[in-house]
């Protein structure tokens, strides 16, 4: 039913990705004509959510200016947030509602679109019951709309579907601090980390994909703290560790259980911690008996000796922080590695004090307030169990609905797309998620498209998923709406409103508010402003371990951000939790919890004998919908490239800028390689922004970690050869982009327009 | 800015180009950077290292220009070239020691790092500076440099017979550098048994 309306080239001539280099009206207008505002506000990009003001324009954001009063970062930005100002005016902008025809799309009234997408919503209810719908969710979105869209998936729609694309980032951290601590967040603020004796980064390339981090580890080392790394690969931060532990891609979990054996060998628990605030401990030290220094090194590739260096770091310092991201959460063991984490800080005392904790560092910009109050399949807001009966009432007091009225919990993204896959789910309405770029097995993700009886989508860009969609409703830019987001710290800060969606786009809130309407529960979504919505949230969440009842859109501006939890208006927030040894659970004590050793989901062999690895890099922000249209961003890092140690290169006869085939249980993409001696020799790496022959996602598996649902695209296994010559997709690149070619020597950077093979 | 001096750290260096696309905002370059960020060596290292103009108490891109098209200001801020006197020789690109000046051939315009004279003129810091994610490019006051790097101030560079003292500094090591990555191999870093090695 949902196929592609045109052909790729036709689609990229007419909605992009094109390239946008200047600002509106170019530069000389830019340097002739007054600022009429500065707005400060945040970054619509990553978790760090870095202060930033934004200058406006005849309603059109047309540049930026730091705003160094902003505690996190201090004006300091990536480059992503320097050049975030373009999309506003950019030229891919959806400026209508489209609708599918025959031919390609046509622009429609919102009338029209809403009456079709409610109609073909409330058909294919009746026909095939509540949950045949599925809501997708983004955790780039506002808790206002995050909560917004929960509440329509269960009150306007009734289904339990609806999950977001956070189930790609944060839900094994998640899951995990809930077990051991009792609630999802990280437990202490960033200015925690200078002042930590040794910082420990497992599986976060810092320096890419949260690059204000970086100047908070160097302080640390400034201080002089040491720095330990662990990774497959040399990533930037590592330029100045004092340890480098490189770990072989899915083996942290038997790092981490090598570095507590070495801890508790040498005595180095902090016994007085354990016996008062945790259980669980006899439990978990039988569990990592096993794993002595030499075994880990054998299953992680790293030394043994190296092994019991971190471990006496980290045990004999008084305060020391453990840092993680997705490098050990994108596994089919991500909630088992984190649990290590959990149970590292917990046995050497490390939690609940300044420099001492360990702290997961969230991707996606809203992705910790995003999960906590209601997109997420078994929550409801304030971070609320949905099988909990006092929750469901409590919640739907507020909502004004019977207890019983609230779905239980529904699927998470993965299974949604297999269950539309297996035709159970029939329509999805999508909004600020791009999963044919994001979701692991990228041909199984279209096949399941082209399966839906109806698809909608919500978005400012047609991203390469909403090219499938019957309907695409012209939504708004973060910086188009007010709202609150909460950073990585769980900090709850304000979004401002710098200018209206431009043309006939709209809010995005309004559209699902007209869209319930339509579907008959006006009366459940009265908002007439981002205000309302958020002073319902704080109800909602009262009382919810995300308690945002004592925020207040003032207090955030006054006090530069509120930390969660803030129950009452006289309340300051919590910036670190768990002071005092006291955690969340009923009993007030942490949880050490066992972990046990398995295998990846998608496990080398003689026939695939390779590791492959995916991530990110500094000037591409996740599926790229928005950064793969900023000229600059795609200059710096323009396609993918295959990064292989020259050991193995050698093996397959290639040399820096080659063509490569890259072959896993899946699919093949051919990539330009990289060849470089800061990767294991074992292991190749490609980042994964990129759609269509470009995508890593088509390498990847769809094997998820049993508890968080996340899919495991840290570890797969692939072969390699050398290809003839270039591939389909270097017809696809946008206008303007000249095709790759061989790397200039030394530099790492691509030379547009050179030869090699091209 | 009265009272802030500004230091390069390249070890602090993550190679993000925050520094390079905010410079290119300027409206005076439109869309051109006036700063450069390179790998060392990429194939054997992570290392970059960004370069801006130091500033030069003798300037040699304005010694060896016949045109007497580069001034320096009283602040020590060596300027771009003047426009009307500028004629696009190339000689200050050739000379410099730190290899800064670049030519802009459509301009015919020797252009280069003013250390962002029309930000630092009105009490703001350099736009490299403040965006630097790393703080490798920090402008700050003296005081606060010694009170909070390890590493220590300096600014004086032997190129061949050549001394040059400059008004930007660069950050020398305060030791032995914890783990040297101007030439790495994960390689060297990792646990491989007998049998498995190749």
New interface residues.
């Given amino acids: 039913m949902a196929e592609r309306p045109l052909p790729a080239a036709d689609l990229l001539r007419l909605y992009g990705p094109h390239l946008s280099y200047t600002p509106p009206g170019g530069w000389d207008e830019q340097r002739q004509l007054p600022v009429e505002r500065l707005v400060k506000t945040h970054c619509c990009f990553c978790g760090q959510q870095c202060g930033i003001q934004l200058k406006v324009r005849d309603n059109q954001v047309v540049g930026f200016e730091p705003w160094e009063e902003f505690p996190f970062n201090q004006g300091m930005l990536c480059p992503k947030g320097v050049k975030r100002y373009l999309q506003s005016t950019h030229p891919d902008r959806l400026l209508d509602p489209l609708l599918r025809t025959a031919g390609g799309f046509r622009t429609a009234t919102w009338d029209e679109a809403l009456d079709f997408t409610a109609r073909r919503l409330t058909e294919i209810q009746e026909k095939h019951g509540k949950d045949a719908v599925a809501i997708y969710g983004g955790a780039s979105l506002t808790t206002e709309k995050s909560y917004l869209i929960g509440k329509f998936a269960r009150v306007a729609l009734g289904t339990r579907h609806v999950d977001y694309n956070g189930r790609l980032c944060m839900v094994s951290a998640g899951t995990a601090y809930k077990l051991a601590f009792g609630v999802d967040r990280s437990p202490n603020p960033w200015s925690d980390i200078p002042r930590a004796e040794v910082a420990f980064v497992i599986g976060a390339n810092v320096a890419e994909c949260a690059p204000i981090t970086t100047q908070y580890l160097w302080r640390c080392r400034d201080n002089g703290g040491r720095l330990i790394v662990a990774d497959p690969r040399m990533t930037p931060i590592t330029r100045n560790a004092d340890l480098y532990l490189p770990l072989r891609p899915g083996t942290d979990l038997a790092l981490l259980m090598g570095m507590l054996h070495v801890i508790l060998r040498d005595g180095l628990e902090d016994e007085a911690f354990i016996a008062e605030h945790t259980v669980g401990f006899e439990d978990v030290a039988r569990s990592v008996q096993a794993y002595d220094p030499a075994t880990a090194a054998r299953v992680t590739g790293v030394p043994p000796e190296a092994i019991e260096k971190a471990a006496r770091w980290i045990g004999e310092a008084g305060r020391a922080i453990l840092l993680h991201a997705r490098g050990l959460e994108h596994q089919s063991k991500g909630v088992e590695n984190c649990l290590a984490i959990t149970n590292l800080a917990l046995a050497t005392g490390n939690l609940g004090r300044e420099g001492a904790g360990c702290m997961m560092i969230t991707g996606q910009g809203n992705g910790q307030g995003g999960r906590e109050h209601g997109q997420k399949c078994d929550q409801l807001p304030g971070q609320r169990s949905i099988a909990d009966p006092a929750a469901r009432e409590h919640v739907a007091r507020v909502w004004g609905i019977a207890p019983e009225e609230i779905p239980q919990a529904g699927l998470t993204a993965v299974e949604i797309m297999e269950a539309i896959h297996r035709g159970e789910i029939k329509a999805l309405l999508s909004i600020c998620f791009n999963p044919l770029v994001s979701l692991p097995d990228a041909n199984y993700t279209r096949e399941a498209l082209e399966k839906l009886e109806f698809f909608g989508v919500v978005d400012f860009f047609l991203s390469e998923t909403a090219q499938f969609a019957n309907v695409v409703l012209a939504g708004s830019l973060q910086e188009e709406e007010e709202g609150v987001v909460a950073s990585a710290e769980g900090r709850v800060i304000h979004i401002q409103k710098a200018v209206d969606p431009p043309g006939n786009a709209w809010p995005d809130s309004k559209v699902y508010i007209e869209l319930a309407r339509r579907l008959g529960k006006e009366r459940f979504f009265p908002y007439r402003s981002s205000r309302e919505i958020f002073d319902e949230l704080r109800q909602a969440s009262k009382g919810g371990h995300a308690d945002y009842g004592g925020i207040t859109y003032e207090k955030i501006d006054r006090q530069m951000g509120v930390f969660w939890p803030c129950p009452t208006e006289d309340h300051p927030g919590t910036p670190r939790l768990f002071e005092g040894g006291r955690f969340f659970h009923p009993d007030g004590k942490a949880r050490f919890v066992v972990t046990e050793w398995r295998e990846s989901g998608d496990p080398v062999d003689a026939e695939f004998p390779i590791l492959l690895t995916t991530g990110r890099v500094v000037s591409q922000y996740l599926s790229g919908t928005q950064t793969r249209r900023i000229g600059a961003l795609v200059d710096q890092f323009p396609w993918p490239r295959l990064e292989i140690h020259p050991r193995l290169a050698a093996q397959h006869g290639l040399t820096d800028g080659d063509w490569v085939t890259i072959r896993t249980r899946r699919d093949e993409i051919t990539l330009p390689a990289m060849v470089v001696r800061t990767i294991r020799p074992d292991t190749v790496f490609i980042a994964y922004h990129w759609p269509g022959g470009r995508s890593a996602n088509r390498l990847t598996h769809r094997t998820l970690d049993p508890r968080s649902k996340i899919p495991e695209f840290k570890v797969s296994a692939c072969r390699l050869t050398r290809a003839a010559g270039p591939p389909e997709w270097v017809k696809e690149l946008p206008p303007g982009l000249a095709l790759p070619g061989k790397d200039r020597p030394g530099k790492g950077l691509p030379i547009i327009g050179g030869g090699g093979g091209a | 800015m009265f009272g802030y001096e500004f230091y390069i750290d390249p070890?602090?260096c993550?190679?993000?180009?925050?520094c390079?696309?905010?410079c290119?905002?300027c409206?005076?370059h439109?869309?051109v950077p006036m700063i450069t960020v390179?790998?060392l060596?990429?194939?054997?290292?992570?290392?970059?290292v960004p370069a801006i103009c130091m500033h030069c108490d003798d300037p040699t891109c304005a010694e060896v220009c016949p045109a007497d098209a580069i001034k320096k200001g009283e602040d020590g801020v060596v300027q771009s070239a003047l426009k009307p006197r500028c004629i696009a020789c190339n000689n200050c690109v050739l000379a410099c020691p730190f290899g800064i000046p670049k030519m802009m051939a459509k301009l015919e315009l020797m252009m280069k790092c003013d250390m962002c004279y029309d930000r630092t003129s009105v009490g703001k810091?350099p736009?490299c500076a403040?965006?630097?994610?790393?703080?490798a490019l920090a402008y700050v006051p003296p005081e606060q440099i010694a009170r909070?790097?390890?590493e220590k101030p300096g600014n004086v560079f032997q190129f061949g017979h050549q001394m040059v003292t400059t008004k930007v500094y660069m950050m020398l090591p305060a030791g032995e550098p914890?783990?040297t990555?101007d030439a790495?191999?994960?390689?060297d870093?990792?646990?491989?048994?007998e049998e498995a090695a190749?």
């Fill in positions: 070890e602090r993550i190679g993000c180009q925050a390079v696309n905010a290119a905002e409206d005076t439109k869309g390179d790998f060596d990429r194939p054997s290292s992570i290392a970059t810091r736009m403040t965006v630097c994610p790393s703080q909070e790097r390890r914890a783990l990555v790495v191999d994960v390689a870093f990792m646990w491989e048994p190749p």
